[in-house]
């Protein structure tokens, strides 16, 4: 009875992780952040991943301010964000926006502003992919837990 | 082995300026079992040492007092604003307090200059991020010695204190990895540094990491190894 519901759903998550790391948008680091949560810390892996969208927002909107500057001149500033983008981004797994940061970071090295701009915009598209990516992983899992609960309640209510 | 269950736990001091890292490399050293400090920068790394370890402010005649909660393990972000995790490093090993204190260094960034450069300044370890469990689990064995060298430390400074001449002291406890622990103070340049290359998992670090070797095995050749007089060592 609870079976099937929690199946579906399961096999739902399944299906967009697997999409997800065929793509490179994740790799096994994200894997890793799994091992690392127990039941001492439950919500590690939801906790962490919410700490990385909310601190790469900020230096995206950094990056971005600094950018559209029509005096901007601080490369290094640049350098410095994306540094702590692309390592972040390493740490969690999120392999594709890395690596458009990575490529961002080699033309704030030539002091290349036009670059700049464009790597700005890809980094930016990816991240995006990736957090809606995630909102819809998250999604499903809240559907897992109130159906899981749901059921776990009227099967108390009612074991017949 | 005599010592109170406590006592086995570690206590790792992490500094990083970003909370996303703090927050991983916290519950990394959770999951080691490791009981953890996370700071945000090395100005607050120093003040909590000061703090926890009973220092007196000179820093010629400082005594170290056996506080339960010592820091066993230094393990620090490399790029940080104001104090680099260098910075730190350095103020760390050129005070008499703290220098005991195994350092590791942490960095996204595989630059084989700056690994040799903090390896010669006198960190232990140099991890490349993302950190993985598989990198803390080899601090165990390395923080397990620190603690018994200096525990045994502690006992022959208060028997010198009694005493007023040379001591020659015959350590129980052999370290199995190397070819003993001398009785020197404190003075972590005076053992042969075993230095363990991080496991990478790109291809692309192997490269890098070769000639971080090489480039390591040249210079432990060179390093000065300081003979201290008045205490025997023993192999």
């Known amino acids: 009875m609870l079976g099937l519901g929690v199946d579906r759903l399961q096999a739902d998550i399944n299906r967009l992780l697997t999409s997800l790391f065929h793509q490179g948008v994740l790799d096994e680091q994200f894997l890793q952040l799994q091992q690392l949560q127990d039941d001492t810390s439950p919500t590690f892996v939801y906790d962490v991943i919410n700490i990385y969208f909310d601190e790469s927002e900020k230096l995206l909107r950094n990056l971005r301010l600094l950018l559209m500057d029509r005096e901007f001149s601080d490369y290094k500033k640049i350098g410095l964000h994306l540094n702590q983008l692309v390592g972040s981004s390493s740490s969690i797994g999120a392999r594709r926006v890395r690596n458009v940061c990575v490529a961002f970071r080699s033309a704030s090295e030539l002091n290349n502003r036009p670059g700049c701009l464009r790597g700005l915009e890809v980094v930016e598209h990816e991240y995006h992919y990736l957090k809606n990516m995630m909102h819809e992983l998250f999604q499903v899992l809240i559907h897992v837990i109130s159906y899981t609960h749901n059921s776990l309640y009227n099967y108390l209510i009612d074991p017949t | ?235």
């Open chain 2, 1 to 235: 082995m005599g010592m109170a269950a406590a006592e086995w736990q570690f206590h790792v001091l992490a500094v990083d300026d970003s909370l996303f890292d703090r927050k991983l490399i916290e519950r990394l050293l959770q999951k080691s079992s490791c009981q953890v400090t996370t700071v945000d920068s090395g100005y607050k790394a120093l003040e909590f040492l000061s703090l926890r370890q009973g220092v007196e402010s000179n820093n010629d005649t400082t005594v170290l007092s056996t506080s339960p909660q010592e820091v066993d393990l230094i393990i620090t972000d490399y790029c940080m604003p104001g104090m680099t995790g260098y910075d730190l490093l350095k103020k760390l090993k050129e005070s008499s307090a703290f220098k005991h204190i195994p350092v590791v260094i942490m960095s996204s960034e595989n630059v084989p200059a700056r690994i040799s450069r903090c390896l010669e300044e006198g960190a232990e370890e140099f991890f490349l991020k993302p950190v993985r469990l598989a990198n803390l689990n080899k601090l165990k064995p390395l923080m397990m010695k620190t603690k018994l060298k200096n525990q045994k430390l502690e006992e022959i400074e208060k028997l010198s204190k009694d005493a007023n001449g040379t001591i020659e002291v015959e350590p129980e406890i052999k370290d199995s990895a190397e070819m003993g622990i001398k009785i020197l103070p404190l003075q972590s340049e005076a053992e042969p540094k075993q230095v363990h290359l991080q496991v990478v998992q790109q291809e692309e670090q192997t490269l890098s990491n070769n000639k971080r070797k090489s480039m390591e095995e040249g210079l432990s050749a060179d390093r000065p190894r300081p003979r201290l007089e008045g205490i025997a060592t023993a192999v």
